[in-house]
């Protein structure tokens, strides 16, 4: 049997052409900065971000804890939109090894800078004080949703005369900038600092980038390292990288008419609440009345694979190792298991 996996875009599998790149990586110890592939990797990215530094982590998880670390004190507080990353699905790391607690925005992930200074508060003897403003982009829980430039220029703007750090958790921020059709410093650039993940979007095995400042760069290099994640030889995941980042990026337009494709199709599905025009990148949510993991199952055994984040909500995910003929053929599946 076929299957078709929309779980998530972070199944893809690295592709001939990636793994010979792998096969071929100079490498050297990490830890001591002495790789030359994992260099020629974090120079990349932080000349693709428009930032100074760049440091290469095994996960996006561990970038944004390290983030966390470096710009959040013990019993600070962070602003973010409900259902972040951080706050939602890293197994409570923020609080239980930053000691952080969140101060979030409800809404899709999308919010104001009016919003941001309603929650922004002073260290006092009774209250943890605002230490960072934290955005993702695109959201994930969110549906894929794009955070618009010019809220995120007025909300880095009011972080500035507050003087806090602006952190962008840009997993998939190469989904805004092709969406947008700009590069993706230009989305990057309000930013104190970011992280983005490899093995998403652009099809690596794993890994994610942490950039901004040198002075960042360093603190953060102390903390992966406290965290277990600095890696010896590691060239070889990086060259994965370099390769995802020089080939993979412009191909994402292809992401997101496969899911536009696809939820046409759900939209006629009876039993499924699915809007075309709510999709912006590679992620579609439907809307089930309820027992959406039973739904899931269903779609299991017959091959296509999809995720439940609630009991209302089914998540499908496009992505390079899914073409249009497996989307044609994953909605013909969901239609018939909805109609049996």
Sequence with gaps: MERIDLRSDTVTLPSPAMREAMARAAVGDDVWNEDPTVAELEALAAELTGK??????PSGSMANLIAQLVHAGRGDEVICGQDTHCMHDEVGAGAALAGVQYAWIPGDGRFTAEQVAERIRPRTFHT???ALV???NTHNRGGGTIFPPDEVSRIAALCRARGLPLHLDGARIFHAAVARGVPVRELTRPFDSLSFCLSK???APAGSVLCGSREFRTAAHRFRKM???GMRQVGILA???LYALRHNVDRIAEDHANA???ATALAAVPGLAVDPARVETNIVMAGVPGAAGKLVERLAERGVLAWAPDDRRIRFVTHLDVDAAAI????AVVREVLAA
Aim: proline share 7%; no cysteine; charged share 20%.
């Design 239 to 241: 060259a994965a990288g």
């Design 134 to 136: 934290w955005i993702e």
């Design 52 to 57: 100074p530094a760049g440091l290469f982590v």
């Design 128 to 130: 943890p004080g605002t």
């Design 328 to 331: 044609d053929r994953a909605a």
């Design 260 to 262: 536009r494709r696809l």
């Design 201 to 203: 979007a652009l099809g």
């Design 227 to 229: 965290l277990g994640g």
